[in-house]
């Protein structure tokens, strides 16, 4: 079982560079999340998908776009990237409250620098 | 605004010792606080969690203590060993909806043999 898989592992863009962060999850897994890990500020949510075809924001979405249109994947696009957006992303799945289960499980994480 | 704050930031204990680090929180409408471990280039993992109809909650060399009036919890590692040395993380979310989790700044333990 692979659990959250994020791709790639480290990556550096320039200023103004759009790419996209690639997460997967095999766990059949309802809900998906993106967070931000920078130093001293732990982590944050940027956006979420309690299902295929549904997303909202968290709470640093701004240059952030997401989708989901399988159960199984949910990419993150930067859109025009910034300094600012240099640091450790993680996706993170849930099976969500049917089951009574409410636990996270994270991918390893995505290093981005921007220069 | 930090919506879950943790203390210390960094802590050091000895081998054997007890390791103790705290959170509090505002929003009364959190009612799901786990705990998450994090090694160096990994990402967190759940270590152990809590709902706020319990005081404490044990598993193995891990409990969780929760005292809902102070809106204040904590995590206590007994008989600490030089492999829990990690970053913790509590967290805090509302089950109904998404239960979108809302982290604590972290505590950098690191023990000593």
């Known amino acids: 079982n692979a659990g959250v898989t994020q791709t790639p592992k480290f990556q550096v863009l320039k200023t103004g560079q759009s790419m996209t962060l690639q997460c997967a999850q095999d766990?059949?897994?309802?809900?998906m999340s993106w967070y931000r890990q920078d130093p001293g500020m732990g982590l944050r949510l940027i956006h979420y998908?309690?299902?295929?075809?549904?997303?909202d924001q968290g709470e640093v979405p701004n240059g952030y776009n997401v989708s989901r249109s399988t159960t199984e994947d949910f990419p993150l696009r930067l859109l025009s990237a910034a300094p600012s957006q240099t640091s450790v992303y993680f996706c993170a799945s849930s099976p969500g409250q049917g089951l009574g289960n409410y636990g996270y499980t994270f991918g390893s994480g995505t290093r981005l620098t921007v220069v | 605004q930090q919506q879950v704050k943790q203390s210390p930031q960094s802590l050091i204990v000895q081998k054997g010792g007890i390791s103790i680090i705290n959170c509090a929180y505002e929003n009364t409408a959190f009612d799901y606080f786990p705990w998450y471990q994090q090694f160096p280039g990994k990402g967190p993992a759940l270590l152990i969690a809590i709902r706020p109809d319990v005081s404490e909650k044990k598993e193995g060399r891990f409990t969780i203590s929760f005292n809902k009036s102070a809106k204040q919890f904590s995590l206590h590692i007994m008989d600490s060993q030089p492999g829990d040395s990690a970053t913790y993380f509590c967290?805090?979310?509302?089950?109904?909806?998404?239960?979108?989790?809302?982290f604590g700044t972290g505590t950098r333990l690191t023990v000593i043999p």
């Open positions: 998908s309690v299902g295929a075809g549904i997303t």
């Open positions: 967290a805090a979310s509302i089950r109904a909806g998404a239960n979108n989790l809302f």
């Open positions: 766990m059949n897994h309802e809900y």
